[in-house]
């Protein structure tokens, strides 16, 4: 996670966890004006929005960890919840032909253009309960206190609340299949994907009662003209806003994103009877091929020397934001005592830069099939998801920046710090969505930067404090 524009001094992080620990006794001695935490709606931005969080991270499809991907038994179950959520806090819902659930209010204006607010219901595997389910819950708990206050009429234009069926790609290995559809960017040929079990994504919405077709998942994209902007709450998923000590920041955008698969195809033989000078062993050569990989993300500068597109600027940004992982790696037939016949791997590869990511991809390559040739393996690349990075809108940033503020100064009393701006390595809905209508996020605070893992872990402070934000930016909207 790379960050930018962040301010010099902090609100010390061990005061900011002590005052946190102690918040709801001493609230009213600090912020007397403000009213006790009941009057910042802590039982429902916090309490209720925690107990949420942790009911829906006992929705899972496996025993013993989290595992929601798209469509799955433990997905549709999640959805229900959500759904009954959504209609607890006023809202009219329903659900599309991609699986994402939606929560509407029309407010005073019907016809003016709508704000939407999402995050996704999906999983990794192994996952942790607040990647996601944050944004959506606490989008959700915003709305709640506007209805439970008899405001949520008085909004000047529609709110909807979209709790998308996939971002995270693990089922299909496609990321962005529900947003990127509402954005109109999902080709039709995506409903053709097939899990590692054969089902289509097609067949699998189609077996839980969802009739989509190409016309009528051409025809799900919203019109740009009825959209006004779209905001996503997430948990930070890096250290940056543990260290320097705060609990919100503004994102001032997301890194660009390719994913590769690369298979490896040599010859298949016994372990004890080919001598090692005469093997074609993609083995070897895969992990070779991993190696580079690495020293290329770490010293990007070395192997980019003769690129005619990189300028300074790109050489720089490529050496402080891109990452480079392989997550998954496969064999072929898999046993201790054969050379294995096919290694198959993925690589993601992130940068702030598309044109740096762009001369990555390029040079990776051109060195795979070099170090292929030299061992007398096949190598064969596959683009399976790029995206592009996305720069969020000034104004709706300038509101967040705003919203966030007047969060942690409602919590805290008077504060001397600016909100800080961060980068975000990890990829978003909000990069699918920026194809229909300018987009803004927050990030929220998150233990040891850890995400994607069952030590997943926000405050309930943090919690709150995200919740506060939401209404905040809701009520300029009032």
């Given at each position: 996670?790379?960050?930018?524009?962040?301010p010099?001094?902090?609100?010390?992080f061990?005061?900011?966890?002590l005052?946190?620990?102690?918040?709801?006794?001493?609230?009213?001695a600090?912020?007397?004006k403000?009213?006790?935490?009941?009057?910042?709606?802590?039982?429902?931005?916090?309490d209720?929005?925690?107990a949420?969080?942790?009911?829906l991270g006992?929705?899972?499809?496996?025993?013993?960890?989290?595992?929601?991907?798209f469509?799955?038994?433990?997905?549709?179950?999640?959805?229900?919840?959500?759904?009954e959520?959504?209609?607890?806090?006023?809202?009219?819902?329903?659900?599309?032909?991609?699986?994402?659930?939606?929560?509407?209010?029309?407010g005073m204006?019907?016809?003016?253009q709508?704000?939407l607010?999402?995050?996704?219901?999906?999983?990794?595997?192994?996952?942790?309960?607040?990647?996601?389910?944050?944004?959506?819950?606490s989008?959700?708990?915003?709305?709640?206190?506007?209805?439970?206050?008899?405001?949520?009429?008085e909004l000047?234009?529609?709110?909807?609340?979209?709790?998308?069926?996939?971002e995270?790609?693990?089922?299909?290995?496609?990321?962005f299949?529900?947003?990127?559809?509402?954005a109109?960017?999902?080709?039709?040929?995506?409903?053709?994907?097939?899990?590692?079990?054969?089902?289509?994504?097609?067949?699998?919405?189609?077996g839980n009662?969802?009739?989509?077709?190409?016309?009528?998942?051409?025809?799900?994209?919203?019109?740009?003209?009825?959209?006004?902007?779209?905001v996503?709450?997430?948990?930070?998923?890096?250290?940056?806003?543990?260290w320097?000590?705060?609990?919100?920041?503004?994102?001032?955008?997301?890194?660009?994103?390719?994913?590769l698969?690369v298979?490896?195809?040599?010859?298949?033989?016994?372990a004890?009877?080919?001598?090692?000078?005469?093997?074609?062993?993609?083995?070897?050569?895969?992990?070779?091929?991993?190696?580079?990989?690495?020293?290329?993300?770490?010293?990007?500068?070395e192997f980019?020397?003769?690129?005619?597109?990189?300028?300074e600027?790109?050489?720089?940004s490529?050496s402080?934001?891109?990452?480079?992982?392989?997550?998954?790696?496969?064999?072929w037939p898999?046993?201790?005592?054969?050379?294995?016949?096919?290694?198959?791997?993925?690589?993601?590869?992130?940068?702030?830069?598309d044109?740096?990511?762009?001369?990555?991809?390029?040079?990776?390559s051109?060195?795979?099939?070099?170090i292929?040739d030299?061992?007398?393996v096949?190598?064969?690349?596959?683009?399976?998801?790029?995206a592009?990075?996305?720069?969020?809108?000034?104004?709706?940033?300038?509101?967040?920046?705003?919203?966030a503020?007047?969060?942690?100064?409602?919590?805290?009393?008077?504060?001397?710090?600016e909100?800080?701006?961060?980068?975000?390595?990890?990829?978003?809905?909000?990069?699918?969505?920026?194809?229909?209508?300018?987009?803004?996020m927050l990030f929220?605070?998150?233990?040891?930067g850890?995400?994607?893992?069952p030590?997943?872990?926000v405050?309930?402070?943090?919690?709150?404090?995200?919740?506060?934000?939401?209404?905040?930016?809701?009520?300029?909207?009032?």
């Open positions: 996670m790379a960050t930018a524009e962040v010099h001094s902090y609100f010390p061990s005061l900011f966890l005052l946190s620990s102690t918040l709801p006794s001493s609230y009213s600090t912020a007397e403000e009213g006790t935490p009941r009057s910042l709606h802590s039982e429902i931005l916090r209720e929005a925690v949420r969080l942790n009911e006992k929705v899972s499809d496996a025993v013993g960890y989290l595992e929601r991907t469509m799955s038994p433990a997905s549709v179950r999640a959805g229900i919840l959500i759904r959520w959504m209609e607890d806090a006023g809202l009219r819902t329903w659900v599309d032909s991609m699986g994402n659930l939606h929560g509407r209010v029309e204006n019907t016809s003016a709508a704000l607010i999402g995050s996704h219901m999906d999983t990794v595997v192994d996952a942790g309960i607040f990647d996601g389910s944050l944004g959506i819950i989008a959700i708990s915003a709305l709640k206190v506007l209805e439970s206050n008899g405001k949520l009429g000047k234009r529609p709110v909807e609340v979209i709790a998308f069926s996939d995270e790609g693990v089922r299909f290995q496609s990321t299949l529900g947003s990127a559809a509402v109109g960017v999902l080709p039709v040929t995506a409903l053709n994907i097939s899990d590692k079990s054969g089902v289509t994504v097609q067949d699998v919405l189609m009662a969802i009739e989509i077709t190409e016309e009528s998942l051409l025809e799900m994209k919203y019109d740009p003209a009825s959209v006004w902007g779209y996503e709450l997430h948990i930070e998923q890096g250290p940056v806003l543990e320097i000590g705060f609990p919100l920041a503004v994102v001032k955008g997301i890194a660009g994103q390719t994913r698969k298979t490896v195809r040599g010859s298949q033989g016994h004890g009877t080919v001598p090692m000078s005469m093997r074609r062993d993609p083995m070897a050569a895969a992990a070779e091929l991993i190696v580079l990989l690495e020293g290329l993300c770490k010293r990007p500068r980019l020397l003769d690129c005619g597109n990189c300028n600027y790109t050489l720089e490529l402080t934001s891109l990452v480079c992982t392989v997550g998954e790696i496969s064999t898999s046993a201790s005592n054969v050379i294995p016949g096919q290694v198959t791997f993925t690589v993601d590869l992130r940068a702030i830069d044109v740096g990511r762009e001369a990555v991809v390029y040079e990776l051109n060195q795979i099939y070099k292929c030299r061992r007398s096949s190598c064969i690349i596959e683009r399976k998801h790029d592009n990075a996305v720069i969020c809108d000034q104004e709706l940033s300038t509101r967040l920046q705003s919203a503020y007047t969060a942690v100064h409602r919590m805290m009393g008077e504060i001397h710090e909100v800080p701006v961060l980068m975000s390595g990890a990829g978003h809905d909000a990069m699918a969505i920026s194809h229909l209508t300018k987009v803004g929220v605070r998150c233990r040891g850890i995400s994607h893992s030590e997943e872990h405050l309930d402070d943090d919690v709150w404090a995200a919740g506060i934000a939401l209404l905040s930016f809701l009520e300029s909207h009032m």
